[in-house]
């Protein structure tokens, strides 16, 4: 069964897709060393094209490398350093599970006897190598859509993840897994509220809650603090607000509180480079306001960087860490948060040397004193 993850251990994690320390190699064999961690997709287009049996064959081959894929992926974290032990799934591991032509597939004993077994290894695994699991579905997924027919589809894609993570032995107790959508659609909170009613138990469970960066900011994500836990997105505040949220700040404290005990988690992306100002000084923080009045295009900065070059707005990230965990949306994905550690583990223990430095110098002037 799902158990809470250990809450001293601070976690900066990563998205989806593992990336090779080494990307100046060959594409091909890039491509031959990253694919055994990588989940593979299909088209609904290629498969209607094909006999039903060339493309059962096809969803049952992607399957079988999906779950081993998810197995390697997990595997690879579990042997980073403690601090790094978090990382999201990706959403396609079965693909076109709710397309209704092809969801038949997903249905057969044998499929779904294959998923429980495989599945429930891949839980084994995390548990046992205490690494933090999460899922996002996709933009498509909006449970607050005034559109009866798109809200039944969002609950179809939110309830897949949610067999996948049942499969995998979570969605036994609150926020033992995080599965995270934005409030999208125009109902807003009122809409996600009708839509948890219609959740599966561990659905309701593992369901999390985003800011964006457009209609619905934190204030609106905060009417739902009662009813599920909350995810800051710093960045999407950032792109809506023009304001960098401080830890301090009761919003936050109230985010915190939805978590009721659980480690919470952030979000955070950085601008790409190409969005900021020529020659921009990284030790200085983006004022967005100043930014857009100089015409840089709100949705290019919304886009998220490769790394996260700006050590100033890294403080301020990992002025979090003590209170929550960080998910690092960049597109480097492993490289870009294993780079963030690295660089708060160099800062930490510069820091410490400080004050023994300073402890020493003071006990120095005590003693000649005495």
């Not at 809409?191 to 800011?211: F, Y």
């Not at 100033?312 to 960080?326: C, G, R, T, W």
């Amino acid at each position: 069964m799902g158990t809470i993850k250990n809450t001293m251990i601070k976690r900066i994690g990563f998205a989806c897709k593992y990336m090779h320390p080494d990307q100046t190699q060959k594409k091909k064999l890039l491509e031959e060393i990253q694919r055994p961690l990588n989940t593979r997709s299909t088209t609904v287009q290629w498969l209607n094209r094909q006999t039903r049996e060339v493309a059962e064959e096809r969803l049952w081959e992607l399957m079988v490398h999906n779950i081993q894929s998810y197995m390697n992926l997990i595997t690879y974290v579990g042997g980073l350093p403690h601090e790094l032990r978090m990382v999201r799934l990706g959403s396609d591991v079965l693909p076109v599970y709710t397309e209704p032509t092809w969801c038949y597939f997903w249905r057969k004993p044998d499929v779904v006897a294959y998923c429980e077994k495989h599945f429930a290894t891949v839980g084994r695994r995390a548990r046992e190598l205490d690494v933090r699991l999460s899922m996002h579905p996709g933009q498509f997924t909006v449970l607050a859509s005034d559109s009866e027919e798109i809200v039944e589809r969002s609950i179809e894609e939110f309830e897949y993840h949610v067999d996948c993570i049942r499969w995998m032995g979570y969605g036994t107790q609150f926020q033992d897994f995080k599965c995270n959508v934005h409030i999208s659609g125009r109902k807003g909170p009122a809409g996600i509220k009708a839509a948890l009613k219609r959740l599966t138990p561990e659905a309701r469970n593992v369901i999390t809650i985003e800011n964006d960066e457009n209609k619905w900011g934190i204030e609106d994500s905060l009417e739902l603090a009662d009813d599920l836990a909350l995810v800051l997105d710093i960045h999407h505040h950032w792109c809506r607000e023009g304001e960098y949220i401080q830890p301090t700040d009761d919003r936050f404290s109230r985010v915190i509180d939805s978590w009721r005990g659980v480690r919470p988690a952030i979000h955070y992306s950085y601008s790409r480079n190409e969005a900021l100002p020529e020659g921009f000084a990284h030790d200085t923080m983006p004022d967005f306001p100043a930014l857009l009045e100089a015409g840089h295009k709100k949705g290019k900065l919304r886009a998220h960087s490769d790394y996260y070059p700006n050590n100033a707005v890294n403080d301020y990230a990992l002025s979090f860490l003590p209170y929550a965990d960080i998910m690092c949306e960049s597109k480097c994905k492993n490289l870009a948060s294993i780079a963030l550690h690295k660089y708060n583990t160099e800062k930490t223990n510069e820091l410490s040397k400080q004050n023994v430095r300073t402890q020493h110098t003071a006990s120095t002037i005590l003693e000649h004193a005495g």
